[in-house]
């Protein structure tokens, strides 16, 4: 009896889940800053794969500016607290989203973060294609939909985009990383459209990693994309 589509194609996905994970169990990083940057990005049809290490315990107990504020961060980065930390460069993955066919929304202006306490743009929430995120490990290899990821959660994933920024384009220059941020971020290339700058201000600690449900600390996982609907 032949394969349906659907097993075929789960197959191909749970084979590169396994080979992404295999890549990065020799990325030598550590919580407080990887050593070495190796490739951790897979463009399958209808979808993208990144691979990085989880760390919920480390995400629930973050304190200061921007903690519980970013899901997926550049190791090469600024962006500090992350939930997963990949060596896959931000600008890598915002061109395999394109790639995808996901249409980037209209950026927000800087000033939604660098003037958050006044500035109305700090209220505004992100456009661009929803996007469908689930997070795999080796001993969950078919993994968890972002939803799921945290404890009662409004997440509304958008693409948008926020590629045209200043640090984007000068070599070497400083800059967040974010791949994905929780908020409705003028700076993240993924951001939350169901909640703004301004209730990340009014409750910052609102997300909460579920981690009786995620591995431990330092675990490596892939984090899939696919469009939305």
Known sequence: MSWTRNTRRGWRCGALVGLLLFGLAGWGGTADGPSQAVAGLVEEKGQVLVSGRIFPRRFNA???PQARYHFLVWQGGTSPHALIQTPVDDLDFHAALLRLGAQAGKSLPMAAWTERHTHPASHRTLSGS??????????????LPLERVFKDAALSPRFGGNRD????HIPFAPRPGCLVCLYSCPSGKVGNGALSIA????????FVADADQLPPDGTPVVVSFALGS
Do not use: E, M
């Open 130 to 143: 929803r996007l469908a995120i689930r997070v795999s490990w080796q001993d969950n290899p078919a993994g």
């Open 165 to 168: 920024r200043w640090f984007n």
């Open 62 to 64: 973050a304190q200061g």
């Open 199 to 206: 209730d990340y201000i009014g409750q910052p600690a609102r």
